[in-house]
């Protein structure tokens, strides 16, 4: 028993070097890939918006409270708690943003959705690790309960404030925004110019240039700052070992309990700050109901990114991308990147095929011609379906390319000190 | 490590102490809570028992409940009469909704103004077992005998702002958006199509809905209304009216953001005048929904005795539907709307409702 329980941490705990670079190096060959192909599809197809800065832009604040929620269910579930109740923590993080940000400013709104994130965070806490109840009906509490709360708050706190209501709050002060002078007005105007891949790339630094808000900064510094943390340092070894083995970790002298409470607790706070990121960037001000299921899919992109930071940022702003253009020009861009999907649908095919997977090749196949009829008999994709291209491409992508996703051996298990081997 | 441990320590007790004082600091605006501090508290006239039944949102919502709530207001001293104001809550079923109506059926109250069209099965319901007091539904459908439906013919008031936008609009290009795509939002489509095709047919329409079947993220998604919003106007538009509920406040930051030169169109009340004030100078006009009108409507109606049953529709006509001028934006063109006015309540213009 003790001897299996061993190799399985060994086998966790220290993932073999090479496999890490190989991961990363991967990552960032994907990038230029990436930009080319939606360079030649803007040429081919003519639907500038596609790689407009205006859609950067928006992608990137549709993507960061995403990832925020992802990043805040990374740590839960690297500790080996499941946290489905991220929703929840993420809606009262908008209230605390919503009620601190208006009496205080941004900087104390910014902490007091930490708190009220934390709030959250501290009872799945305390239901999951204490007192061991499973961790799913932990969550959904959570998330019926947040809902509640804030609802009945938000009319407390708002109600009798000038521009306020019952259900929203009065518009809220932006945190402070960057622009880097001489480099955003040129690469805006090279992004004016239609060149082939030089004109996306400018889109690309005028996004990140241009009235970029601090808060962006510090959501992008919580993601690689959680990767340095929890894959550098012993406190994340061990924080991990509690996820993978919690008996080989205790068998080690790892205070579980601690480790897991904390990492819980960190998941509130994260989602908190995701929350807050939608109260006073993505939108101006408080309102019931503004989550709108992104906690969820904060969740999914998690799982998309195979339990790693750089994985779950990369799922977030797949997601925030499609859900950019197709909100900004609905039918036409995303007319345009079906031809996209097609296109990778077919290399996926060709892929599958000398891998031998000849059932996995033919589906990639046969949704790929069936994808190119659509885009030659058609020139704008109608509403329904681009309200779902977001969902659709989250998908696709999440069957073809992450068929080797491994989620911490021990996640979701409830864990009782003294009883390893 | 045994320092990082303790680092953390630190910032979680540091974080229970903020969440310490969030607490305290939720106490107080409870304790000056202003709410029920209504007309409902001080009419006592012999006249009519009127009740009013609110969608979720409530009086305070500076929309459509605040709207019936100023007709009430107006129309209790007319009548000398009494009211009872109930709320509703998120997410609440038809079963909720009737117990509500039947609590007031019960108290006497008569008549009966819900609002919000998810009261129509209720009241059909309710108005039913009790056919002796009359009921109205705000934008409803209902079908009981004793029930009114107090609706509105937005494309006609959309139709005035398409007008406006028209005139205003410099780069020769309009947008719209929508929340969810449906026959009701449409209609308010139509008519703003048709007035700007009015002006000028070479005008550029763009329109967004932000969701084809979901109301959250059709009515409660300013994020989404903001992306959408800048979106059109990266591609060329000028002018955006929207009708998207509170999507629509999105729709404000991306005008505020884009500056000098574009505009914002409200919808339902008159949005100049809820806005912040660093957005005041981009609100072109409001298309007015006038549910106090309606409302003050009915009951005269009722109190004289005629009680209207069936579909009452509320038009330019009735002074039910319009346009703000607050701000003085449209203060130039005004003439022309007020002729593109009369010629649709002379009938020589006809509105569509649906779009082409």
Known sequence: MSVVVQRGSVAAAAPPPEGRHTARFRLWMWFPLVLIVISA????????????????????????????????????????????????????????????????????GLLGAIAFGAVGGILHAVATVVFGVDH?????????????????????????????????????????????????????????????????????????????????????????????????????????????????????????????????????????????????????????????????????AMIFGNWRPGGLLTGSLLFGYT????????????????????VGLLAAAIWQLKKRSFVMATASLGIAGLGLLWYFSTDVIPGDFTEMAPYVTTLLVLALFSQRLRMPAADGLRYRRGEAG | MRRTTKIAAAAMAAMLALAGCASSDEEEPESGDSAGEGICESAEGDGPKIGLAYDVGGRGDQSFNDSAYAGLEQVVEDVDGTCEEVEAN???????????????????????????????????????????????????????????????AANEGSFLVGVAAALKSEAKNVGFLGGVDGPLIQAFEAGYVAGVEAVDPEIEIQSVYLSQDDPVKGFENQAGGETASTGMFDNGADVIYHAAGKSGLG?????????????????????????????????????????????????????????????????????????????GFVDDIQDELEDYKQQIIDGEIEVPAEPK
């Open chain 2, 90 to 152: 998120a997410g609440e079923s038809d079963a909720d909704r009737e117990e509500r109506l039947r609590l007031l059926a019960e108290g006497g109250f008569d008549p009966i103004i819900a609002v919000g069209f998810v009261y129509s099965p209720a009241v059909d319901t309710v108005a039913a077992e009790y056919p002796g007091q009359s009921f109205a539904v705000v934008d409803g459908y209902a079908e009981a005998k004793n029930a009114a439906n107090l609706t509105f």
């Open chain 1, 323 to 342: 859900d950019a253009a197709r909100l900004r020009s609905g039918g036409e861009s995303v007319h345009a990147l079906l031809l996209i999907v097609c």
């Open chain 1, 136 to 300: 799913i009906v932990s969550g959904v509490a959570i998330n019926i309960i947040a809902a509640g709360v804030a609802s009945f708050l938000a009319e407390a706190f708002f109600k009798d404030l000038e521009g306020g209501g019952p259900t929203q709050s009065p518009g809220l002060d932006k945190p402070p925004t960057i622009t880097i002078p001489g480099v955003a007005d040129a690469s805006a105007d090279l992004a004016g110019r239609d060149w082939f891949l030089l004109s996306d790339l400018a889109a690309l630094v005028n996004a990140l240039t241009e009235n970029l808000s601090v808060f962006t900064l510090l959501a992008l510094a919580l993601v690689f700052g959680t990767g340095w943390l929890l894959w550098r340092t012993s406190f994340g070894l061990r924080l991990r070992a509690c996820g993978e083995s919690p008996t080989a970790a205790e068998t080690l002298g790892v205070n579980v309990y601690r480790y897991k409470f904390l990492a819980v607790v960190a998941s509130g706070m994260l989602s908190g700050v995701a929350g807050a990121y939608l109260t006073v960037v993505a939108s101006s001000g408080y309102q019931n109901g503004s989550t709108g299921g992104r906690g969820f899919i904060g969740l999914a």
């Open chain 2, 251 to 327: 729709l404000f930051d991306a005008v505020e953001a884009a500056g000098e030169g574009h505009w914002a169109i409200g919808v339902d009340a008159d949005q100049y005048l809820t806005v912040d004030e660093a957005q005041q100078p981009y609100i072109l006009t409001s298309m007015l929904k006038r549910i106090d009108t309606s409302v003050i409507e009915y009951v005269t109606a009722f109190d004289e005795g005629e009680a209207p049953t069936g579909f009452v529709t509320y038009d330019l006509e009735s002074e039910g539907v319009g346009y703000s001028t607050s701000g």
């Open chain 1, 41 to 108: 599809t803007r040429v081919v197809t003519g639907a500038d918006d596609i790689s407009s800065a205006g859609t950067l832009r928006a992608a990137l604040l549709a993507a960061i409270p995403i990832a925020l929620a992802g990043l805040g269910g990374l740590w839960s579930e690297r500790a080996g708690v499941v946290n489905i109740g991220l929703e929840g923590m993420m809606i009262l993080g908008t209230l605390g943003a919503g009620y601190y940000t208006y009496h205080f400013g941004v900087w104390v």
